[in-house]
């Protein structure tokens, strides 16, 4: 168990250019997570996948924010044209989530990314 | 919106027990709390969880007062490495998925 993998651990961009995240969950984890989380505050969900399949997405903060998880494992979090007050921690979780013995529906994070938009 | 309310800071003296108290008046029957925190530059790390029992892991002890409208995360022997912000989270159900519900958290300062 080498735990949740996040990369790149810092970004700096400038303000219009797109930024991919990528995250790699404990491997036999079901469920994925994105979260973020400003100075000073708690992580706010923005999207999870059941495997492949992305089951909400609504808590995304706009159209500038996608996410995939093409194969069940890695998942990478877009942002296009990015703002200033896109700066922030992207943090990704995952679990195991079901009725086997195994399963716990913990979540586990990893150190997050963090992202300053010039 | 947080389901939860923490004191925004604590002091503990390092070896004593640190207990950490939360607020969830609003908590319905079949929501869990959580506990997690987090270390400075560092992803969110599980302490603990329960619904109505009181709990105990290697890590912490986990009293959840019969009413369930408030809980206490107690940390036996406090060290300096455990200074951190303490979240106590409320896992909401929504659909077919479990939310968890973050406020802003409790910054815990151990001292020596």
């Known amino acids: 168990d080498t735990g949740v993998s996040q990369n790149p651990r810092h970004k700096i961009t400038k303000r219009g250019q797109n930024v991919t995240f990528r995250c790699d969950p404990i491997?036999?984890?079901?469920?994925l997570y994105w979260y973020r989380q400003t100075l000073g505050q708690g992580p706010e969900f923005l999207t999870y996948?059941?495997?492949?399949?992305?089951?909400?997405k609504s808590r995304l903060l706009s159209d500038r924010f996608s996410a995939e998880r093409p194969k069940g494992s890695f998942s990478t979090l877009e942002i296009q044209r990015t703002e200033q007050g896109d700066s922030a921690m992207y943090l990704c979780?995952?679990?195991?989530?079901?009725?086997?013995?195994?399963?716990?529906?913990?979540?586990?994070f990893g150190a997050g990314t963090r992202l300053s938009v010039l | 919106d947080a389901k939860t309310t923490q004191p925004t800071s604590m002091d503990c003296a390092e070896g004593r027990a640190a207990n950490l108290p939360c607020n969830h008046s609003?908590?319905?029957?079949?929501?869990?709390v959580y506990w997690y925190r987090q270390i400075h530059s560092q992803g969110p790390q599980y302490i603990i969880h329960?619904?109505?029992?009181?709990e105990t892991n290697e890590m912490a002890s986990l009293i959840i007062t019969e009413d369930r409208k408030s809980s206490t995360l107690i940390l036996p022997h406090a060290t300096l490495r455990d200074t951190a912000v303490y979240y106590c989270?409320?896992?909401?159900?929504?659909?077919?998925?479990?939310?968890?519900?973050w406020g802003a958290g409790t910054k815990l300062i151990i001292k020596p």
């Open positions: 979780a995952s679990s195991l989530v079901g009725t086997g013995r195994l399963a716990k529906n913990i979540q586990y």
């Open positions: 491997s036999e984890h079901n469920r």
């Open positions: 996948f059941q495997n492949e399949a992305q089951l909400e």
């Open positions: 609003t908590i319905s029957g079949n929501e869990y």
């Open positions: 329960g619904l109505k029992n009181n």
């Open positions: 989270i409320v896992r909401v159900a929504t659909g077919s998925n479990y939310q968890l519900i």
